[in-house]
């Protein structure tokens, strides 16, 4: 596609419930990156995957945050057991490659915890 | 580890008058340096970046901005600002040496009144 697109663009579910957020990187890209971005602050590094491997997972919050991206294109963001912590808009980007230094990011899916 | 301070959360200025976004940070090693714009319901924006050589790179809608080195700096510049560059801007560094990682100031909302 022609940039970066996340679904859904937002997303309101209630504390304890699970929930999946989907990336679809720019064709072509092999990197491809998870931001968090909690009200009045700057991106945070999720987890960063180089084709199908899951390369740097250190900015995973907790064992209930988990990403896949079992092809090598589109990528999931799984949070089980949802708190209202987690509310914040979650960012994916893509780049050709790892060192390219050219992030690519989608609008964001905008997640509420009641 | 590293961090980004953007010293000023709102800078409110005129249409046609200049502008200068504040960004210090703080590694132990060397990094990569970026600026990003995010409009209204949009991804975030690659403005310009430095990798290496020039210390005054200019980015894309008249933008430059100046790394120093010696003062842990690299603040964001317009000479004549528009309507248009009413926007959030973030800075972010990424560490030399194979991290894939970018870490983000707070932010700056530019506000460009008529």
């Known amino acids: 596609g022609a940039g970066v697109s996340q679904t859904p663009s937002n997303k309101v579910t209630e504390k304890g419930k699970y929930v999946e957020l989907r990336c679809d990187p720019i064709s072509g890209h092999t990197a491809l990156y998870w931001y968090r971005q909690s009200l009045g602050q700057g991106p945070e590094f999720l987890i960063y995957?180089?084709?199908?491997?899951?390369?740097?997972d250190s900015g995973l919050p907790n064992d209930r945050f988990f990403a896949v991206r079992p092809e090598g294109s589109v990528s999931t963001l799984k949070i089980q057991r949802t708190e209202r912590g987690d509310s914040a808009v979650y960012l994916c980007?893509?780049?050709?490659?790892?060192?390219?230094?050219?992030?690519?990011f989608g609008a964001g899916s905008r997640l509420t915890v009641l | 580890a590293q961090s980004v301070t953007q010293l000023d959360s709102q800078v409110p200025v005129f249409e046609e008058a200049p502008v200068e976004l504040r960004c210090n940070y703080s590694?132990?090693?060397?990094?990569?340096l970026f600026w990003y714009v995010q409009y209204p319901n949009q991804g975030l924006q690659l403005l310009l970046k430095y990798l290496s050589g020039s210390t005054l790179v200019k980015g894309i809608n008249g933008f430059e901005a100046e790394f120093n080195k010696s003062q842990t700096s690299f603040h964001l510049r317009k000479p004549s600002v528009h309507i248009s560059d009413t926007a959030e801007y973030f800075c972010?560094?990424?560490?030399?040496?194979?991290?894939?990682?970018?870490?983000f100031g707070k932010g700056t909302k530019l506000t460009v009144n008529p």
């Open positions: 980007a893509s780049s050709p490659t790892a060192g390219a230094n050219v992030l690519t």
């Open positions: 590694s132990s090693v060397s990094v990569y």
């Open positions: 972010a560094v990424q560490p030399q040496g194979g991290s894939e990682k970018l870490v």
């Open positions: 995957f180089q084709g199908t491997g899951a390369a740097d």
